[in-house]
Structures are given as C-alpha cells and as structure tokens.
C-alpha cells in the first residue's frame, strides 16, 4: 500500500489527517532522511500494520538499510524507555534515583547521527506520551543545532501517523461489530 492508498483510505470525516498527511510528506524543514525515519517510527510506534506498511514502503526507500534499521531501533527502544521512564516520573519517590538496570547500548551507537536518532526517539515519545522522555531528548536535539521548526515538524507528524492509525483501528473494528451483528 502506497501513502496515497493510505490517505484514500481514511473516512472524510478525517479529511484534516489526510490534508495533514499528505503535507508533512514533504515538510521542508526536515531532511530527507529525518523525515523518513519520523514516518517510520511513528508509524511503528502507532502500532498500526496497515499504517506501517505503507509509510515503510514509502519512506523505507529514502533511507539507506543503516538508517532504516536505526529508525526501528529507536522505536523499539523508546517503546520499552518510554514506559520505565514515565512509571518513575508518574510514581516519584525513589524509583528515579534507582539504576533502570535496561540494557540501551543501542543509543550509545545509533548507526546514524546521534540526532536522528535523538529526533527519533523524541517522536516516539511523543505517540507514547512520555513526558520526561520528551523533555530529555527535545533538550538533545536543541542542543546539537536543531531549531524549534524541526522538532515542531517531528512531532506533527508523530501526531498526524498516530491519528491516521487510531481512525483506521476504529474503522476496522466499527466494520467487525457491524459485521458480527448482522
């Protein structure tokens, strides 16, 4: 399925998404290959596999294998940080103080520029909502030269992607009660 597929699929009464994604598709502030690995790991993060589907096979291309890799890294770590991470800042106490005793070495070597990866990471943490992961990684990106623009971008489409796949669960499983009743 292509992302065009993808934004025909949606019901018009996600016209905006459709608009939105269509849009942040070429959002000019974000090279090509922060754009593609945002797609990607939103898309991985919203945990859709149609969602998924289509923008990996449209925004996998524009990455080379290393990047691609590095953009379901930073989705698969960030679903197990974002948790760990948002428990101990939700709970408070001692928690934080503790060692999270979670093998990360994979942020240490992304396999691409530390800042990708960090945008990366900040998007994923955006759909999984943790705040204190935000925060951190939205300080990182900052800090290494990227302006308010970009990070707005990497989390408008984080945004739009979660969205478009939230409709499309609902859809389906609206058309499976509709089904299951008749």
Known sequence: MSLEALRNRLPEYAKDLKLNLGSLATEPV?????LAGT??????????????A???AEFGPKLSPEALTA?????AIMGMNNIY??????VGGDYAKMP?????????????????????????SAVNGCGMCME???????????????VQAAVRIAAVVHAVAAVLDGEDALAGTVRAAA
């Not at 991470?85 to 939700?90: E, K, Q």
């Not at 990360?104 to 994923?124: C, H, I, Q, R, T």
């Open 100 to 124: 999270a005793k979670l093998r990360m070495n994979v942020m240490a070597k992304p396999g691409v520029d530390k800042v990708d990866f960090e945008l990366w990471s900040l998007a994923v």
């Open 54 to 56: 289509a923008i990996v």
């Open 30 to 34: 974000l090279d090509q290959q922060k």
């Open 39 to 52: 797609f990607v790991v939103s898309a991985l993060a919203s945990r859709n596999a149609e969602v998924t």
């Open 136 to 150: 951190a990684h939205e300080k990182v990106v900052r800090a290494a030269g990227l302006g308010q623009e970009q």
């Open 85 to 90: 991470y948002r428990f101990t800042h939700l």
């Open 71 to 75: 953009a379901k890294a930073a989705a």
